[in-house]
C-alpha cells in the first residue's frame, strides 16, 4: 500500500493490513459498460467494510449503481445522476439492510489519463468526510483502459480524518472472486434502463453481458480523439518520462506538461501540449514552448495528424537551438564588457577566445 498526500506524518493506518474482495460479476459489468462508451463512465459500490481488528480491514464489493438516467458526463468529466442512486439504494435496503454505499468507480479510459485527477482527490476527500457517509473509509477503482477482454485498473483508499489517500496493490491487497450478489438481477435490469433513457443514445445489451466478447482499446469507441490521445500518450511518455496529463481548471480541457534540461544550458524548457477541443471536427492541439521566466519561445496549433510527433520535435529542437544562441550571445556580450589585461600575450589569448565564442554561436544556431 503506498500513500500520497500532504501530510508525511506516520500514521496508525500504515500498518493496517487491507485486503479487499470484489464479486466478478462487478467487473463483467464494468468491462461491458467501458466497451460501448466513449466517455467517462461509473458508479457507486455497495457491500460492506469490515475492522475485525485494529491491524486488519475487510472490504467487500457486492455489486454498484449506475450513474443514472440523467447523468452528465463527457470525455472529462462525470457528474452522476445523485437522487437516482439515493433512490436505488433505498429499495436495495428493503432486501438487505446490512449493505452500505463504500466508495465508487469511474473511468479514464476515454481520455488517457492514467491517474486520479485533482478534481477527482478533492471530491473523495470531501465524500469521506461528510457527515451523510457512514463508513470511515472509502474505496475507489480507476478504470484507465480496456485491452482486449481485460480492464486496466487502479485501487485507492480514502479514509476519514486522513490528510493523504493510499493507492493499493492489485496483486496482494485486491482479489476477484466468483460471486454474485441476490440484488445484481435488480441493478442490471436498472442499468439497462438508465442506458435506454439517456440522451447520449448509448445502449446496454443486458444479455450481452454473458458472452465474452474480444474488445480492443481502439474499437470499443466510435470516437477518433481517443486514438489520437492513446497515440500522443505512448510517444510522449516514450520520449519525456515524466511529462504529466492534467485537466484544466477553466474549461476541463486535457494537457500535457514536461520539463527539458539540457546539460548546455542554464536554463529550464518547459512544454505544454492541449488539445484545443473534444470535437474532432475541431482537430487541433497548441504546443507551447517556454523558458522559466523569460516568455514564450515557440506557440504553435498543430494538426492532429501523423506529422504531429515530427512537428514537436522539430519546435523542440528550435527553441533549444534558440536558447543555446541566447546562452552564447550573453556569454560573448559578458566577456565584451570585461577589461582587457595589459599584458599584450594575455590580450590576444582573450581575443582568440573571444573568436571561438562567436564562431561557437553561429555554428549552434
Known amino acids: 500500500m503506498f500513500w500520497f498526500g500532504k501530510n508525511d506524518k506516520h500514521s496508525d493506518f500504515s500498518d493496517v493490513d487491507v485486503?479487499?474482495?470484489?464479486?466478478?460479476?462487478?467487473?463483467?459489468?464494468?468491462?461491458?459498460?467501458?466497451?460501448?462508451?466513449?466517455i467517462e463512465e461509473g458508479g457507486k459500490f455497495i457491500g460492506k467494510i469490515e475492522r475485525p481488528r485494529?491491524?486488519?480491514?475487510l472490504i467487500t464489493v457486492e455489486n454498484y449503481i449506475d450513474s443514472g438516467p440523467r447523468v452528465d458526463n463527457s470525455q472529462v468529466q462525470l457528474l452522476p445522476d445523485v437522487d437516482?442512486?439515493?433512490?436505488?439504494?433505498?429499495?436495495?435496503?428493503?432486501?438487505?439492510?446490512?449493505?452500505?454505499?463504500?466508495?465508487?468507480?469511474?473511468?479514464?479510459?476515454?481520455?488517457?489519463l492514467p491517474h486520479l485527477s485533482d478534481g477527482d482527490i478533492q471530491g473523495y476527500f470531501e465524500m469521506v468526510n461528510n457527515?451523510?457517509?457512514?463508513?470511515?473509509?472509502?474505496?475507489?477503482?480507476?478504470?484507465?483502459?480496456?485491452?482486449?477482454?481485460?480492464?486496466?485498473?487502479?485501487?485507492?483508499?480514502?479514509?476519514?480524518?486522513?490528510?493523504?489517500?493510499?493507492?493499493?496493490?492489485?496483486?496482494?491487497?485486491?482479489?476477484?472472486?466468483?460471486e454474485a450478489s441476490k440484488l445484481e438481477p435488480i441493478l442490471q435490469v436498472a442499468e439497462e434502463m438508465s442506458f435506454a433513457n439517456r440522451n447520449s443514445g448509448l445502449r446496454y445489451n443486458h444479455s450481452s453481458t454473458k458472452?465474452?466478447?474480444?474488445?480492443?482499446?481502439?474499437?470499443?469507441?466510435?470516437?477518433p480523439l481517443q486514438k489520437v490521445r492513446s497515440e500522443d500518450y505512448?510517444?510522449?511518455?516514450?520520449?519525456?518520462?515524466?511529462?504529466?496529463?492534467?485537466?484544466?481548471?477553466?474549461?476541463?480541457?486535457?494537457?500535457?506538461?514536461?520539463?527539458?534540461?539540457?546539460?548546455?544550458l542554464d536554463v529550464i524548457i518547459k512544454v505544454k501540449y492541449k488539445y484545443l477541443s473534444n470535437n474532432y471536427s475541431n482537430k487541433q492541439a497548441l504546443l507551447d514552448i517556454h523558458k522559466i521566466s523569460k516568455g514564450a519561445i515557440c506557440t504553435e496549433k498543430?494538426?492532429?495528424?501523423?506529422?504531429?510527433?515530427?512537428?514537436?520535435?522539430?519546435?523542440?529542437?528550435?527553441?533549444?537551438?534558440?536558447?543555446?544562441?541566447?546562452?552564447?550571445?550573453?556569454?560573448?556580450?559578458?566577456?565584451?564588457?570585461?577589461?582587457?589585461?595589459?599584458?599584450?600575450?594575455?590580450?590576444?589569448?582573450?581575443?582568440?577566445?573571444?573568436?571561438?565564442?562567436?564562431?561557437?554561436?553561429?555554428?549552434?544556431?
Not at 235 to 260: M, V
Not at 317 to 341: G, H, I, V, W, Y
Open 234 to 264: 505512448n510517444w510522449i511518455l516514450e520520449h519525456y518520462p515524466d511529462a504529466k496529463l492534467f485537466r484544466t481548471k477553466n474549461d476541463g480541457s486535457l494537457e500535457w506538461k514536461w520539463s527539458i534540461k539540457d546539460p548546455n
Open 131 to 178: 457527515s451523510r457517509y457512514k463508513v470511515e473509509y472509502f474505496f475507489v477503482l480507476l478504470v484507465t483502459g480496456l485491452k482486449g477482454y481485460q480492464l486496466e485498473k487502479k485501487y485507492y483508499l480514502f479514509r476519514r480524518g486522513e490528510e493523504r489517500y493510499f493507492e493499493l496493490s492489485d496483486d496482494s491487497e485486491v482479489k476477484f472472486i466468483h
Open 302 to 365: 498543430l494538426q492532429l495528424d501523423s506529422t504531429r510527433f515530427e512537428k514537436i520535435t522539430q519546435h523542440i529542437d528550435e527553441a533549444t537551438n534558440r536558447c543555446k544562441a541566447s546562452t552564447c550571445q550573453s556569454a560573448k556580450e559578458q566577456e565584451t564588457l570585461t577589461p582587457e589585461s595589459t599584458t599584450p600575450e594575455k590580450s590576444e589569448k582573450k581575443q582568440e577566445t573571444s573568436i571561438s565564442n562567436v564562431r561557437d554561436c553561429k555554428g549552434e544556431y
Open 54 to 57: 485494529k491491524s486488519k480491514l
Open 84 to 112: 437516482y442512486q439515493e433512490k436505488i439504494f433505498r429499495i436495495l435496503e428493503i432486501f438487505d439492510s446490512s449493505i452500505d454505499f463504500i466508495g465508487t468507480w469511474h473511468s479514464h479510459h476515454c481520455n488517457g
Open 211 to 223: 458472452t465474452k466478447t474480444n474488445v480492443s482499446f481502439s474499437s470499443a469507441t466510435n470516437d
Open 19 to 38: 485486503s479487499v474482495t470484489i464479486f466478478d460479476t462487478v467487473e463483467k459489468r464494468i468491462q461491458h459498460v467501458i466497451s460501448n462508451s466513449q
